[in-house]
């Protein structure tokens, strides 16, 4: 029978069914110090190992402060929490990427980083962006703590298989510095909602899909959570294969993997999908969020919406828009051009790899942040860090006047020092706009790198396709 | 169980209001409580009490993987969620973790609840009774691992 990717993957991984649901075998499990403590103290309690101690890694990036890291942390109820996982780590044997590691960063940036992801694999992580991995084609989604427990004592999950959800992305972008990933993906949300892909898998194919590098595709498959998806992936190929060539974890047979990954990791021509949705990306423009869901999303050129034309006579929405508004201290009717802002965050698990600091410096080199705005880069990991300073990217960046950090979650989710106060209002090029995540008060407008980097310069939002980026 | 209801005509409520980012580093239940729901009802604390029920629009719990936010919920003393829909992690973990009851309801039991109304959930019998308006709703079973799980008190108790 004709099988997705997915279903091939889901399928070699299945030990047991019943009632409906699936045991599946997890072929890698991403640990951090924020979901994982009461983990350890289950298997503690219960006298319980882990079971694969060599498929295990854990790093610390949540609530890691990015400043200086020679100096003591001040948050005590972090640095507990830090201590606990490498207290945990040493305890149970996992290997830990601690905070003065030179391979410590995102644990979605490292683990492509490092060779740990790879494709065809099912992975899992304590935390909802682990569908980054899928970019690799992989089989890789968040859990809750008592799923980590679970995982970490049996290297197995309990699953309801997903339904499969074709995502294909048409055409040729004209600007490709000023048309991003993210604008795709954002893109992408904003036609299918938030809860679009609730129950299913996306593949994201087609064209444009083929002709991303794998920094982007991941910036794709990063945000497939927010369409509501359980993960998303996208089929792996040569691109894929040199990306991981020779990085530290990929096992020792790697060239024979390859050969077998070329042979069978692809959705056969003739397999039936679910759902399907397609996007054609010649006439897109950057995106800007406007709301408090990624989904509330306009073309930088639009205006913030009217509540009533946005919700087309769904009341809910319309509710549900003017509150939005209403918390971002918006008026409908606005340019998006006219936004000022406040604050600039480039980094977080969606956009902070090397290309997206590449694509970002490309706008700044000699250029001055505006004097109202307070900017930051907070690179994914410590390899990308070092990257970027061998290409003198941070000295374009703290020569304009941005803040070049350590590496972490940081404004993403506002667990650190790095937050918004109440009214602040933020280019950020995370992945949540939702109330109060980057900070209680503060206001997120989810966009690229590139238009994050030229909106910490103008103090307020740009078409950057006006731009020469080149 | 019998218990009145806290109604939030909302969709897409998110593990980050339901459970703020910066009280992840709290590791006591009973704490963690103290701040459920403060994202959007900084009052919820106060006025939650042990049995109560939730009632929530469509796609609730969506965003982040924190357990958290059924935990904190469920130490608030919050016995069950109704909502149009639910964000699969978040419904995943109160299941998991036994820490609550996910019902999806349907849109017209959804209108019909009202704020303070006392209900009785019998999902033996996969219905809800509105004891304050005098009226059945009936519910979707849950999914039969889904019952077993729940019935065993979470994944750490449930025998295949």
Redesign the interface.
């Given at each position: 029978m004709a099988k997705t990717l997915f279903e091939k993957i889901w399928d070699s991984h299945v030990v047991e069914e019943?009632?409906?649901?699936s045991l599946l075998y997890i072929d890698r499990h991403l640990v951090h110090e924020?979901?994982s403590?009461?983990a350890f103290d289950?298997l503690r309690m219960?006298k319980r190992n882990i079971r694969r101690t060599d498929l295990t890694f854990a790093t610390m990036d949540?609530?890691v402060p990015t400043s200086d890291r020679s100096l003591p942390i001040l948050?005590q109820?972090?640095e507990?929490?830090i201590k606990t996982l490498e207290r945990n780590c040493k305890e149970f044997g996992v290997k830990l990427f601690d905070i003065n590691s030179p391979d410590q960063g995102i644990v979605h940036v490292i683990g492509p980083e490092l060779g740990i992801t790879l494709p065809g694999t099912t992975i899992v992580c304590?935390?909802?962006h682990t569908s980054t991995h899928g970019a690799f084609g992989a089989f890789a989604f968040?859990?809750?703590?008592?799923?980590v427990?679970?995982v970490l004592a049996t290297q197995c999950i309990?699953m309801?298989k997903p339904r499969t959800f074709e995502i294909r992305v048409e055409g040729k972008r004209k600007n490709i510095h000023a048309i991003t990933a993210k604008d795709i993906i954002l893109s992408i949300i904003r036609k299918i909602g938030?809860?679009g892909g609730?129950?299913t898998t996306f593949e994201y194919r087609g064209e444009t899909i083929s002709e991303l590098s794998m920094e982007q595709r991941m910036t794709i498959c990063n945000m497939s959570?927010e369409g509501?998806a359980?993960a998303g992936l996208i089929a792996p190929d040569e691109k894929t294969f040199d990306y991981l060539r020779g990085r530290r974890y990929v096992p020792k047979n790697y060239e024979k993997l390859v050969e077998y990954w070329r042979e069978n990791l692809k959705t056969d021509s003739n397999a039936r999908f679910d759902k399907s949705f397609t996007l054609h990306v010649d006439t897109i423009a950057p995106q800007v969020s406007w709301g408090t869901?990624p989904a509330m999303t306009v073309d930088v050129t639009g205006k913030v919406p009217f509540p009533e034309e946005y919700a087309k006579g769904n009341t809910?929405?319309e509710?549900?828009a003017t509150?939005a508004l209403q918390y971002m201290g918006l008026k409908s009717g606005t340019l998006i051009t006219d936004i000022e802002i406040d604050r600039v965050f480039i980094g977080s698990c969606t956009n902070s790899r090397l290309e997206d600091l590449t694509e970002a410096a490309r706008a700044v080199k000699g250029k001055k942040v505006s004097s109202k705005v307070r900017a930051m880069i907070v690179p994914g990991s410590q390899h990308v860090k070092k990257q970027a300073e061998e290409l003198g990217l941070d000295g374009i960046f703290k020569d304009a006047g941005f803040e070049w950090r350590e590496s972490g979650c940081s404004m993403c989710?506002?667990?650190n020092p790095d937050?918004l106060s109440a009214g602040e209002r933020c280019a950020s090029t995370s992945n949540?706009n939702?109330?109060?995540?980057q900070g209680?008060g503060g206001r997120t407008h989810l966009v690229s790198p590139v238009m994050a980097a030229v909106a910490a310069i103008q103090g307020h939002f740009v078409d950057v396709r006006d731009l020469d980026l080149n | 169980m019998k218990g009145s209801v806290i109604k939030y005509e909302k969709d897409n409520i998110d593990t980050d209001v339901i459970l703020p980012g910066p009280y992840l580093k709290i590791h006591d239940y009973d704490e963690l409580a103290k701040h459920a729901m403060e994202g959007i009802d900084k009052d919820f604390h106060k006025k939650v009490k042990p049995g109560d029920f939730l009632v929530a629009g469509k796609n609730f719990g969506c965003g982040s993987s924190r357990e958290h936010a059924p935990i904190a919920l469920s130490y608030s003393g919050v016995k069950a969620v109704l909502a149009l829909s639910f964000a699969r992690i978040f419904y995943r973990n109160a299941v998991d973790g036994a820490f609550l009851l996910p019902i999806e309801i349907e849109e017209s039991t959804y209108k019909d609840i009202s704020e303070g109304d006392q209900l009785e959930i019998e999902t033996s019998e996969n219905k809800i009774r509105n004891i304050t308006k005098n009226t059945i709703y009936e519910i979707k079973p849950f999914p039969e691992l889904i019952g077993k799980i729940i019935a065993a008190g979470g994944l750490f108790n449930y025998k295949s």
């Open positions: 019943g009632n409906g649901r924020v979901t403590p009461q289950g219960n949540h609530n948050d109820t972090s507990v929490q304590g935390d909802s968040g859990i809750g703590t008592s799923d427990e679970h309990w309801e938030t809860a609730t129950g959570i509501g359980r869901n809910e929405e509710k549900a509150k989710l506002g667990m937050i949540r939702f109330e109060g995540r209680s | -």
